[in-house]
C-alpha cells in the first residue's frame, strides 16, 4: 500500500461509551476458518519473538495443580529474565 492510495485501506473509527463495549467489539462469537489460522500463526510468531524453555526431563506431581503450580512458576521466571534483560530507553 502506498500513501497515494489515500480512502482504498482505510480503517474504520468506532466510538464507544464504555470501555467494557470496546472490549466487547472485539469478541469474536462466529469465527471461521480464517479466524484459526490467524490465531495459530499469532501463537507461532510469539513463539518465535519470545521463546519460552522448559527444563528438560520428566517431572512427577501429586496433583493437577501442583503441576500448574510448577509451570505458572517457570512461566514467570521467564518473563522476570527477559525484563531484567531489557536497556531499552535506559541509560
Do not use: C
Not at 50 to 64: E, S
Amino acid at each position: 500500500m502506498q500513501w497515494s492510495d489515500k480512502g482504498k485501506n482505510d480503517m474504520p473509527v468506532y466510538k464507544y461509551k464504555t470501555l467494557e463495549d470496546a472490549e466487547k467489539a472485539l469478541w469474536n462469537f462466529e469465527p471461521d476458518e480464517s479466524y484459526y489460522e490467524r490465531v495459530a500463526k499469532l501463537f507461532e510468531f510469539s513463539q518465535k519473538l519470545n521463546p519460552i524453555r522448559f527444563p528438560k526431563g520428566v517431572f512427577k506431581y501429586k496433583t493437577l495443580e501442583e503441576a500448574n503450580r510448577q509451570r505458572d512458576q517457570w512461566v514467570l521466571e521467564h518473563i522476570k529474565n527477559k525484563s531484567g534483560r531489557r536497556s531499552v530507553g535506559k541509560d
